[in-house]
């Protein structure tokens, strides 16, 4: 792990880097992705069986696609109890956060208006999962329950099978969370049929869940053809850390993110440049005991970075600026930092709040926004389920007092019919 | 106006074309589009000004872009101080109204865990007003205020100006909504400029705000590198309408919508055949004596329709297969159906509530949904100009009691760091 102080040559620069970091390029892939878009469009089911078999190496018929009962029940049969019990603790514990996310819909008069929103849950919801060598059940979890939560009818789930079929902890995850129905398909063509709908897939209102770059290229091309979540990138983890801090918990959290993959970023910001040297250390000792060592040390040392700064202010400051994902206050009193941490997916406070905890079992959401999006993307919640409806209703005499200003403001626009529209009711 | 029963052949296929309607392909115009985006990315305020003397006509150097102090005072001269007045008023309604939408930080404790979640505004907003004939100060207000509410720090406008330099309305509008600076760009140029920054103009977070289909594409493109708003397309209106409904007054509100530009959709379903055809033949007289007769003309022609159905309760369901933009109530008891309405950007209740009321001056935001996609987009709001994070914090003893199953889950995913991260808590 690299460590860098404020007096360096070279930290703004490095600083400048991670700040400007994973801005994902999607423009080389989109004709590839609109050619299946428009395929399966047109084409339906026929088209998205054709791309499964060519990128997925699956033949299947139709009838096939969908998971059957007897598939889920087997998946139960595959997995370990405790397993099964672990994820269902889980899901209770996310319900139950995610339920205080609810907003109702609200309404108040003021003089003869009545005005205010009504708070809708979306009809049908497409949920990506990917398939590969990692599987994510905990993100199946994260993406299903807040959409039962705010009350969605039908949450639909696809996943790429591969050979040896859909991994069975996805299966119970989705049973567990609710999911209405299970698509054995994967890709650009999954993301397409959910979003235009085929004989076989219903269309749905929103899709929501992580993918690769093709996924996530298809998900930004069908946006306003469906509503879509944030766009997801590599796992992050700032720690702000002062001499209270433990090395050795920090570098284990840090592991924790750079063990994702690769690509997964980890940063330390501190004004102790003892702490960050016992950091790099502890990073440096550890890295060397996990099951998945090289993907975690390539992780590292691609991409960790120890900031050593003036002070814990500019801690802060460093941390606002880079906007991670996660966020870990490794401080005597991180509660004291709240108020003036500004851009971040999630916090962790204090040395008893590991990521992985939030990760898992705490409650709120993991699906966070990454690559510096934390500025203007929020964690995932039930208010991606929802959607809001304004409610306008006037009495005559409340329109009678609103109707000079009303006609001036039609008439500046050039806007004749709006304003007779009003003048229309006192004639 | 096109007058269709259920009973009538082709009423199924009718109402599927209007479920249909307006989705926009992007496709077309996304290659030309990526370029100006890379464009603008690399060479910045050259590139911005390259492009607007090619697309606008308007030659300027980076000093000129900024609209001064001295040309928004003098804006004020060119109005009448009663239309300063109207729009006055109107930001303050659309302020009073959406201060109700604010929604704070909040925590809670069970056991030894702290969850809760951060509402934080975001830093840096870019609000895009188109040029042409058409100037809509008052979308000026519903874009900028609602940004104002949450907090947002800094709010940047782009419109692009022609020979005649900016309409005084929107320079008005955009000082009483307390925008903090204007730049006289249009086009993709200005919403690349926004999304990635130049030297004149800082990196806003999200762009909000309407345009032609080159601006929308540019927004969809750059979705990830900033936030943005919803798709915005052609205005449309539904009224449900019972017997007691005023046809003259549905053909005024009908008509309000068809003047917007000939590519507005306005529809009416009703259970009574006799409204439909006294609301088309009121539609027929009163187009003639608008200012803007050959548009809401052409607007009627092509696409309005009414729809006469079994009942009102099939009236309701048709209502929300369309998911209107705008749907009008017009019936005895408007506030009995509310429940009922699932799809629709705003809904306003009443006879004495006519669109145009909601347009400008009831407070409630009149940037909405169109084209079906109130099934998953929203009204803009508050919401649009937060942001959440999650917050965690675990106590020793809470961390203990969720360690196995988190460690469980660790596994399952084959994370071995995630779950040592949290064990090293306890060496």
């Given at each position: 792990m690299k460590v860098i102080a404020y007096s360096d040559r070279g930290f703004k620069a490095a600083l400048e880097k991670v700040v400007q970091r994973g801005r994902q390029d999607t423009g080389a892939v989109e004709p590839a992705v609109r050619t299946i878009l428009k395929a399966v469009e047109r084409g339906g089911d026929r088209a998205v069986l054709r791309y499964a078999k060519k990128f997925d190496r699956v033949s299947l018929t139709p009838d096939a696609m969908r998971v059957t009962p007897e598939e889920i029940k087997e998946a139960y049969y595959k997995i370990r109890k405790e397993d099964?019990?672990?994820?269902?603790?889980?899901?209770?514990?996310?319900?139950?956060?995610?339920e205080r996310q609810?907003?109702?819909?609200?309404?108040?008069?003021?003089?003869?208006?009545?005005?205010?929103?009504?708070?809708?849950?979306?009809?049908?919801?497409?949920?990506?999962?990917?398939?590969?060598?990692?599987?994510?059940?905990?993100?199946?979890?994260?993406?299903?329950?807040?959409?039962?939560?705010?009350?969605?009818?039908?949450?639909?789930?696809?996943?790429?099978?591969?050979?040896?079929?859909?991994?069975?902890?996805?299966?119970?995850?989705?049973?567990?969370?609710?999911?209405?129905e299970i698509y054995r398909v994967g890709g650009v063509q999954a993301v397409a049929a959910m979003a235009y709908g085929t004989k076989t897939i219903a269309k749905?209102?929103?899709?929501?869940?992580?993918?690769?770059?093709?996924?996530?290229?298809?998900?930004?091309?069908?946006?306003?053809?469906?509503?879509?979540?944030?766009?997801?990138?590599?796992?992050?983890?700032?720690?702000?850390?002062?001499?209270?801090?433990?090395?050795?918990?920090?570098?284990?959290?840090?592991?924790?993110?750079?063990?994702?993959?690769?690509?997964?970023?980890?940063?330390?910001?501190?004004?102790?440049?003892?702490?960050?040297?016992n950091v790099a250390r502890a990073v440096q000792?550890?890295?060397?005991?996990?099951?998945?060592?090289?993907?975690?040390?390539k992780a590292i040392s691609r991409h960790a970075v120890a900031f050593v700064v003036e002070s814990m202010e500019r801690a802060i400051d460093v941390a606002n600026e880079i906007a991670a994902e996660h966020l870990s206050v490794a401080t005597e009193r991180p509660f004291d930092y709240l108020e003036r941490i500004r851009h971040a997916g999630a916090l962790f406070l204090g040395r008893y709040t590991p990521p992985a905890v939030?990760?898992?079992?705490?409650?709120?959401?993991?699906?966070?926004?990454?690559?510096?999006?934390?500025?203007?993307?929020?964690?995932?919640?039930?208010?991606?389920?929802?959607?809001?409806?304004?409610?306008?209703?006037?009495?005559?005499?409340?329109?009678?007092?609103?109707?000079?200003?009303?006609?001036?403001?039609?008439?500046?626009?050039?806007?004749?019919?709006?304003?007779?529209?009003?003048?229309?009711?006192?004639?």
């Open positions: 099964g019990d672990a994820l269902r603790l889980a899901a209770q514990r996310i319900a139950t956060f995610h609810r907003t109702k819909t609200w309404m108040y008069q003021e003089q003869g208006a009545t005005l205010g929103q009504a708070v809708l849950p979306l009809d049908v919801v497409g949920l990506y999962v990917p398939g590969g060598k990692a599987v994510y059940p905990s993100t199946v979890l994260m993406a299903a329950i807040p959409a039962k939560v705010a009350g969605v009818r039908r949450v639909t789930m696809c996943t790429p099978s591969g050979q040896a079929g859909i991994n069975p902890y996805l299966l119970v995850a989705a049973d567990i969370a609710g999911v209405d749905v209102d929103k899709i929501v869940g992580p993918g690769n770059i093709y996924v996530a290229t298809a998900k930004k091309l069908l946006y306003g053809v469906v509503g879509i979540d944030m766009m997801a990138g590599p796992s992050e983890l700032l720690v702000l850390a002062d001499e209270s801090a433990n090395p050795s918990h920090v570098a284990a959290d840090l592991l924790c993110e750079a063990e994702h993959d690769e690509h997964a970023k980890v940063y330390l910001v501190t004004p102790s440049r003892k702490m960050a040297d000792a550890q890295v060397k005991q996990l099951s998945r060592t090289a993907i975690a040390a939030a990760d898992y079992i705490a409650g709120p959401n993991h699906v966070l926004p990454t690559g510096g999006t934390a500025r203007f993307f929020s964690a995932l919640s039930v208010n991606d389920y929802v959607k809001i409806s304004n409610i306008v209703s006037f009495t005559k005499e409340e329109l009678q007092r609103v109707k000079d200003p009303l006609v001036r403001l039609a008439h500046i626009e050039g806007f004749d019919a709006h304003a007779k529209s009003a003048e229309s009711r006192f004639l």
